[in-house]
């Protein structure tokens, strides 16, 4: 079972609690980590703030914007020790949000500060999509 104290009242343990306390502590409890966002925007960027605490952002995070999309990617690594248990997630993190319509992919700036990653994309005037094609006659 968990080191975690629960409040009083609380009457169901949490999923992640249930699955360490059937398998052995030495199997991950999940293959795949979440990376938690948020996003916003206004007049004039899109911004994207990721939490990842625990991180060197020189090394272990690659910002990316690829075809209207920007993914971001971390790793988080540890030592393991044989006697002890871990409840921090360790691994590969990654996340892709779509970019909204006017994103300005050339601009893109990312900055890491207190366990918080945010990248803000500037917003330009949305290319309109659709273009009107000229039917010629075949006779």
Known sequence: ????????G??????AELWNSMVAPTVPAFAT??????????????TVRAEIPGIDPAKDVQVSVHQG??????ERTA???????????????????????????????????????TVSV????PQDPVRNIQVESAE
Not at 1 to 8: A, D, G, K, V, Y
Not at 69 to 74: E, G, N, S, W
Request: hydrophobic content about 35%; glycine content about 8%; aromatic content about 6%.
């Open 1 to 8: 079972m968990s080191l975690i104290h629960r409040q009083p």
């Open 10 to 15: 609380a009457m169901l343990p949490d999923l």
């Open 33 to 46: 980590h979440p990376l938690r966002v948020e996003d916003a925007i206004d007049d004039k960027n899109y």
């Open 69 to 74: 999309r920007l993914t971001i990617k971390a």
């Open 79 to 117: 030592e393991h020790e044989e006697k002890g248990r871990s409840e921090f997630s360790y691994g590969s993190f990654v996340r892709t949000v779509t970019l909204p319509p006017g994103a300005q992919e050339d601009g893109v700036h990312a900055s890491y500060a207190k366990g918080i990653l």
């Open 122 to 125: 500037p917003l330009g005037e």
